[in-house]
Antibody, heavy 119, light 106 residues
Framework: EVQLLQSGAEVKKPGATVKISCKVSGYNFTDYYMHWVQQAPATGLEWMGLVDPQDDETIYAEKFQGRVTITADTSTHTAYMELSSLKSEDTAVYYC????????????WGQGTLVTVSS | EIVMTQSPATLSVSPGERATLSCRASQSVSSQLAWYQQKPGQAPRLLIYGASFRATGIPARFSGSGSRTDFTLTISSLQSEDFAVYYCQQYSNGLTFGGGTKLEIK
């Protein structure tokens, strides 16, 4: 059974950085791209970017370019998403999800990590 | 960026009846469209990919149709567990989601 286990909820101050992990089991970690999706109250579901665990290639959405860093650790089958210069608008649930390609549907999704940005 | 528009925003249907949800793309996405179901406090769950292919384990009452810019998700006979929010997503040019349709009990 494929499982994606994300790290727990975070509370951050504006301007801070958050790093979320996503540990994978049940499939070969390097066979799929790992995507990250933000679900915020005002903007809904937005794709943030991806990493190819095979070669660490990344692609980022224009909206998050410069603030997001997505990495993968093949030794621990874990992907990470780091978002910097946090703003109140970044208060959201963040999901990891594997995809067969750089442009793909997502199945399954991690359980989500709530990040709250508040002073 | 391809904009995905879902309608209606809220759909009220009685259990046992058919529900029809729509998704429109601002430009052609061919058949590169997926549908997801999301319940409160849960992650989205893949229902349909390639516009009409059911994901593993998805009941036959869920069906997808359409191509290019107009797509439909049909739930043939609503069960209690089907009341949720549904999202479409295109993966033809970039990756964008619709705003969702909330399916509620009438």
């Amino acid at each position: 059974e494929v499982q994606l286990l994300q790290s727990g909820a975070e509370v951050k101050k504006p301007g801070a950085t958050v790093k979320i992990s996503c540990k994978v089991s049940g499939y070969n970690f390097t066979d799929y791209y790992m995507h990250w999706v933000q679900q915020a109250p005002a903007t809904g579901l937005e794709w943030m970017g991806l990493v190819d665990p095979q070669d660490d290639e990344t692609i980022y959405a224009e909206k998050f370019q410069g603030r997001v860093t997505i990495t993968a650790d093949t030794s621990t089958h874990t992907a990470y998403m780091e978002l910097s210069s946090l703003k109140s608008e970044d208060t959201a649930v963040y999901y990891c999800a594997p995809g067969l390609a750089t442009k793909s549907w997502f199945d399954p999704w991690g359980q989500g990590t709530l990040v709250t940005v508040s002073s | 960026e391809i904009v995905m528009t879902q309608s209606p925003a809220t759909l009220s249907v009685s259990p046992g009846e058919r529900a029809t949800l729509s998704c429109r793309a601002s430009q052609s996405v061919s058949s590169q469209l997926a549908w997801y179901q999301q319940k409160p406090g849960q992650a989205p769950r893949l229902l349909i990919y390639g516009a009409s292919f059911r994901a593993t384990g998805i009941p036959a009452r869920f069906s997808g149709s359409g191509s290019r810019t107009d797509f439909t998700l049909t739930i043939s006979s609503l069960q209690s567990e089907d009341f949720a929010v549904y999202y479409c997503q295109q993966y033809s040019n970039g990756l964008t989601f619709g705003g969702g349709t909330k399916l509620e009990i009438k």
